[in-house]
């Protein structure tokens, strides 16, 4: 078998493992150790696993990764979301179809303080799902709206699989929060927009929400001053060059666990499971890197990246062509793993394709514009048939909700995705203008 034969063998053996619900991390560190030992032999594995994991986890970047677990889960454990979402209620709930307008806006703000998809969908599935039900929305749109409006806490920074990207191809983590800003902000603003010519069309679905008061909306604002203290803090000192950002992580921890102490009334136990639970979805996190790297060094001893830069410099295809077809196997992958698996699978394969072709890009903004666009492309596997992540978690909240109707309920939202995607690739000054302008 050779070595190209032997890569293949054991991405399809890593592919088949983790169908079968075998983590992820166990998986690559297996099937990697598996291939590197077959190619570079046994004693030559034993020297890498004796050196690459220290060298790999005294990476100053990844320091960041615990901080931002940390301030997700005092943000999640502080009572913040209901707080969010009914400020964004107060604004717009009145507007047809606006409470699931209010909870994508919710989404959005939470999501910049959580970074995590599945934590923004279900915390604020829990807060907004009840007040859909009781105005009478459809079950369609309420599911969908929160199921889509979850994937932005993968999108607006900061972002575990953003963050996991920058480290495995070696990019400015500062650089890719800026970088995904606006990209995020859009995907927020085309959610609300689909909703908007949704409910014009079917004016049933999303029926107009109570009335309020200038003094009410001022009050709502009032509330949340503290939430948005943070955001600017942290996001805003990374943007402004004030702090790194793991420094910036810090200090949203400080913050956010004052918020939590003080105005979440949360107690001394509820910061030991915050710890807790932190201190073991970053070991998970840092296992899955530490299978990744093994991974991506048997493959590149494979050689098989060289075998796909060959091909396509001599395919004649147009770098925008073969771009759209890797986006494409992010789709299809979405219906059955999750967004980090589908980095790290393909990372290794696709990023040296991708900085060897010319999109009329800077090479120094190359990495920056596909990270953005690979992570878009993971974030609609969140949400897509059959599997779509987001959308059994919402509908775990309401047994009468149908599943049919969920994924009905999503449909809308791919449309605005798949138009982001296309505007981004045609434009990319979408992304890379804010990191020029700020850099």
Same mark, same amino acid.
Request: neutral net charge; glycine residues 10%.
């Given at each position: 078998?050779?070595?190209?034969?032997?890569?293949?063998?054991?991405?399809?053996?890593?592919?088949?493992?983790?169908?079968?619900?075998?983590?992820?991390?166990?998986?690559?560190?297996?099937?990697?150790?598996?291939?590197?030992?077959?190619?570079?032999?046994?004693?030559?594995?034993?020297?890498?696993?004796?050196?690459?994991?220290?060298?790999?986890?005294?990476?100053?970047?990844?320091?960041?990764?615990?901080?931002?677990?940390?301030?997700?889960?005092?943000?999640?454990?502080?009572?913040?979301?209901?707080?969010?979402?009914?400020?964004?209620?107060?604004?717009?709930?009145?507007?047809?179809?606006?409470?699931?307008?209010?909870?994508?806006?919710?989404?959005?703000?939470?999501?910049?303080?959580?970074?995590?998809?599945?934590?923004?969908?279900?915390?604020?599935?829990?807060?907004?799902?009840?007040?859909?039900?009781?105005?009478?929305?459809?079950?369609?749109?309420?599911?969908?709206?929160?199921?889509?409006?979850?994937?932005?806490?993968?999108?607006?920074?900061?972002?575990?699989?953003?963050?996991?990207?920058?480290?495995?191809?070696?990019?400015?983590?500062?650089?890719?929060?800026?970088?995904?800003?606006?990209?995020?902000?859009?995907?927020?603003?085309?959610?609300?927009?689909?909703?908007?010519?949704?409910?014009?069309?079917?004016?049933?679905?999303?029926?107009?929400?109570?009335?309020?008061?200038?003094?009410?909306?001022?009050?709502?604002?009032?509330?949340?001053?503290?939430?948005?203290?943070?955001?600017?803090?942290?996001?805003?000192?990374?943007?402004? @060059?004030?702090? $790194? =950002?793991?420094?910036?992580?810090? *200090?949203?921890? &400080?913050?956010?666990?004052?918020? !939590? %102490?003080?105005?979440?009334?949360?107690?001394?136990?509820?910061?030991?499971?915050?710890?807790?639970?932190?201190?073991?979805?970053?070991?998970?996190?840092?296992?899955?890197?530490?299978?990744?790297?093994?991974?991506?060094?048997?493959?590149?001893?494979?050689?098989?990246?060289?075998?796909?830069?060959?091909?396509?410099?001599?395919?004649?295809?147009?770098?925008?062509?073969?771009?759209?077809?890797?986006?494409?196997?992010?789709?299809?992958?979405?219906?059955?793993?999750?967004?980090?698996?589908?980095?790290?699978?393909?990372?290794?394969?696709?990023?040296?394709?991708?900085?060897?072709?010319?999109?009329?890009?800077?090479?120094?903004?190359?990495?920056?514009?596909?990270?953005?666009?690979?992570?878009?492309?993971?974030?609609? @596997?969140?949400? $897509? =048939?059959?599997?779509?992540?987001? *959308?059994?978690? &919402?509908?775990?909240?309401?047994? !009468? %909700?149908?599943?049919?109707?969920?994924?009905?309920?999503?449909?809308?939202?791919?449309?605005?995705?798949?138009?982001?995607?296309?505007?981004?690739?045609?434009?990319?000054?979408?992304?890379?203008?804010?990191?020029?302008?700020?850099?």
């Amino acid at each position: 078998m050779s070595n190209i034969e032997l890569a293949f063998f054991m991405m399809a053996a890593l592919l088949v493992l983790m169908s079968i619900r075998i983590p992820i991390a166990l998986t690559m560190l297996v099937c990697g150790a598996v291939g590197y030992s077959l190619i570079g032999g046994f004693p030559a594995l034993l020297e890498y696993l004796g050196t690459a994991p220290i060298s790999k986890f005294s990476t100053y970047d990844l320091s960041v990764v615990p901080l931002f677990l940390l301030m997700g889960e005092l943000a999640t454990r502080s009572g913040i979301t209901a707080e969010l979402f009914r400020t964004c209620n107060t604004w717009i709930g009145r507007q047809r179809g606006g409470i699931a307008m209010a909870a994508i806006a919710g989404c959005a703000a939470f999501g910049a303080i959580c970074g995590s998809s599945l934590a923004t969908a279900s915390t604020m599935g829990k807060v907004a799902l009840p007040e859909m039900k009781r105005l009478n929305y459809s079950g369609s749109l309420a599911a969908g709206a929160l199921a889509a409006g979850g994937t932005l806490g993968i999108l607006i920074p900061p972002s575990m699989v953003l963050i996991i990207f920058a480290v495995l191809t070696e990019q400015n983590i500062s650089k890719m929060f800026i970088a995904a800003f606006i990209p995020g902000f859009l995907a927020a603003g085309g959610y609300i927009l689909a909703i908007a010519i949704y409910v014009r069309i079917y004016p049933n679905s999303g029926p107009r929400g109570e009335k309020t008061t200038w003094s009410q909306k001022i009050k709502s604002t009032k509330d949340v001053w503290h939430i948005t203290g943070i955001f600017l803090t942290v996001l805003g000192g990374i943007y402004m @060059g004030i702090f $790194t =950002p793991t420094e910036a992580a810090s *200090v949203g921890v &400080i913050l956010t666990a004052i918020l !939590a %102490l003080t105005h979440g009334k949360m107690r001394l136990d509820g910061l030991l499971v915050c710890l807790m639970r932190t201190a073991v979805s970053s070991a998970m996190i840092f296992f899955i890197v530490l299978g990744a790297d093994l991974f991506s060094v048997f493959i590149a001893l494979s050689r098989l990246p060289d075998l796909g830069v060959e091909l396509i410099q001599n395919s004649g295809l147009s770098p925008y062509t073969i771009l759209v077809c890797m986006l494409l196997t992010y789709l299809v992958m979405g219906c059955f793993l999750d967004s980090l698996a589908m980095i790290l699978l393909t990372i290794p394969i696709y990023f040296p394709m991708i900085m060897v072709m010319d999109f009329g890009i800077p090479q120094a903004d190359l990495g920056i514009w596909f990270g953005i666009l690979a992570l878009i492309v993971v974030e609609v @596997g969140l949400i $897509t =048939p059959p599997v779509g992540m987001n *959308v059994f978690i &919402i509908k775990s909240f309401d047994d !009468a %909700l149908k599943l049919k109707d969920c994924f009905k309920g999503v449909i809308p939202f791919l449309i605005s995705d798949f138009v982001r995607v296309a505007l981004l690739i045609i434009f990319p000054g979408i992304s890379l203008g804010l990191v020029h302008l700020i850099s």
